[in-house]
T-cell receptor, first 112, second 110 residues
Framework: DTAVSQTPKYLVTQMGNDKSIKCEQN?????MYWYKQDSKKFLKIMFS???????INETVPNRFSPKSPDKAHLNLHINSLELGDSAVYFC???????????FGPGTRLTVT | GQNIDQPTEMTATEGAIVQINCTYQ??????LFWYQQHAGEAPTFLSY????GLEEKGRFSSFLSRSKGYSYLLLKELQMKDSASYLC???????????FGAGTTVTVRA
């Protein structure tokens, strides 16, 4: 069974559109994350939720809005997409304490 | 915040050893992780150090010196499948935030 899953895997859309990416983990972890990996492969944290509560909110345009309906899900909604939003977005999860994060397969977003 | 540096690229021959260095400057430290990322795939966990010293896991070892803000990942008996990007990541004291270096792309040649 997939531990951390994301949908869709690929997303091609036009500038100005609104889109969502979904993430689910079946590991029973308390903490979930969204990362953005740009064309230079630099992986940067965007948001983190712990037990449905937002705990990390990096300097991200407010066009990006995360939502955690329950502990196992963390979705990312993006309004008014821009060319610079093109990247691979990774979801990850971790259990409490000093443990490693498990990453989803990534969603490659291309804005044209 | 964190400032994490690692070399951009390294090339080595199959069967050889490669050492990937990572230096960091941090306002708070709560552990250092190494992840492997093959092209087009998700990062996967390799190792974790929070105390000084060497952690060995099969062909991979990771070393940490907190006083020097320095870590390395040692890959032994290189195989073609080890060609990947290796990411150094430092955990902040708040326990939730992981800051990644830009990654080191290792190419293994026959």
């Amino acid at each position: 069974d997939t531990a951390v899953s994301q949908t869709p895997k690929y997303l091609v859309t036009q500038m100005g559109n609104d889109k969502s990416i979904k993430c689910e983990q079946n590991l029973g972890h308390d903490t979930m994350y969204w990362y953005k990996q740009d064309s230079k492969k630099f992986l940067k944290i965007m948001f983190s939720y712990n037990n449905k509560e937002l705990i990390i909110n990096e300097t991200v345009p407010n066009r990006f809005s995360p939502k955690s309906p329950d502990k196992a899900h963390l979705n990312l909604h993006i309004n008014s997409l821009e060319l610079g939003d093109s990247a691979v977005y990774f979801c990850a999860s971790k259990r409490g304490g000093n443990y490693e994060q498990y990453f989803g397969p990534g969603t490659r977003l291309t804005v044209t | 915040g964190q400032n994490i540096d690692q070399p951009t690229e390294m090339t080595a021959t199959e069967g050889a050893i490669v050492q990937i260095n990572c230096t960091y400057q941090t306002s708070g430290f709560n552990g250092l992780f190494w992840y492997q990322q093959h092209a087009g795939e998700a990062p996967t966990f390799l190792s974790y150090n929070v105390l000084d010293g060497l952690e060995e896991k099969g062909r991979f070892s990771s070393f940490l010196s907190r006083s020097k803000g320095y870590s390395y990942l040692l890959l032994k008996e290189l195989q073609m499948k080890d060609s990947a990007s290796y990411l150094c990541a430092v955990r902040d004291r708040d326990d939730y935030k992981l800051s990644f270096g830009a990654g080191t792309t290792v190419t293994v040649r026959a």
